[in-house]
């Protein structure tokens, strides 16, 4: 997996809904015309992941190769950008060895390189 900066966006992940009754404000003050006799409090959950919060890497970390897994999609599909059919090793003193490819990746069927996650990145920020 690339760098993707996790910490820079946990707000783009949600908080685990068991915990999301925990993580809330009392907004009875700013709100007083809400309560009722059967609603004593404004209670305001919120949804979104919390720095600071102990598993919060762990849940975010979860998060991102469940979306990534997504993204990727099958890898046997030939239409499939992030499709590859073998891992290939050029490594130097080996007898194929080409010095314009990397030492490991993967190979498609077509025999193309395969595009990597890190590579789409920078391909669209460009």
Known sequence: M???DIGEMFLNFMLEPRLRPY?????TPSFPEEVTLETYVVHG??????????PAPYFT???????EKEIR?????RMNVFGW???????????G??????????????????TDF???LMTRAQ
């Open 2 to 4: 690339a760098d993707c």
């Open 23 to 27: 993580a809330g404000v009392d907004l």
């Open 45 to 54: 959950c919120w949804q979104r992941m919390m720095m600071g919060l102990s």
């Open 61 to 67: 970390i979860k998060d991102m190769l469940i979306v």
């Open 73 to 77: 999609g099958d890898r046997k599909h």
């Open 85 to 95: 059919e073998r891992v290939v090793l050029n490594l130097p003193g080996s007898k």
């Open 97 to 114: 060895y080409d010095l314009t490819r990397p030492w490991v990746f993967k190979m498609r069927a077509d025999g193309k390189i395969a």
């Open 118 to 120: 890190s590579r789409t």
